[in-house]
């Protein structure tokens, strides 16, 4: 069974790091991409970040580009998400989801499945 499981959430203050980790099972990990979105309440979901585990390319959303970081552990067939300088509008749930062996182009979710459970960020003083 393909999973995704995602963890690192929780209460930071503006300015603050958190690590997000999405643990990956059931599948070649080498052969996927992984994105992460996320989605504010009454907003759309929005790409934040995607890895090409074969070759290692990348894509990010403008909203956090220079905040935030993707890196990948194929060892532990996780990928992670590191945002610095958080603001108080990244709060959202935060999901992983499985791509084709490519980044899709703008995030296209209809090429996403399957998808995390999310892990709530929280950005607030």
Avoid at 36 to 54: L, M
Avoid at 100 to 118: E, M, R, S, Y
Wanted: proline share 6%; with cysteine; net charge negative.
């Amino acid at each position: 069974e393909v999973q995704l499981v995602e963890s690192g959430g929780g209460l930071v203050q503006p300015g603050g790091s958190l690590r997000l980790s999405c643990a990956t099972s059931g599948f070649p990990f080498d052969d996927y991409a992984i994105g992460w979105f996320r989605q504010a309440p009454g907003k759309k979901r929005e790409g934040v970040f995607c890895i090409s585990n074969s070759d290692g390319h990348t894509d990010y959303g403008n909203s956090v580009k220079g905040r935030f970081t993707i890196s990948s552990d194929s060892a532990m067939n996780t990928v992670y998400l590191q945002m610095n300088s958080l603001k108080p509008e990244d709060t959202a749930v935060y999901y992983c989801a499985r791509a084709t062996i490519l980044c899709p182009p703008d995030f296209n979710v209809a090429h996403f499945a399957p998808w995390g459970q999310g892990t709530q960020v929280t950005v607030s003083s």
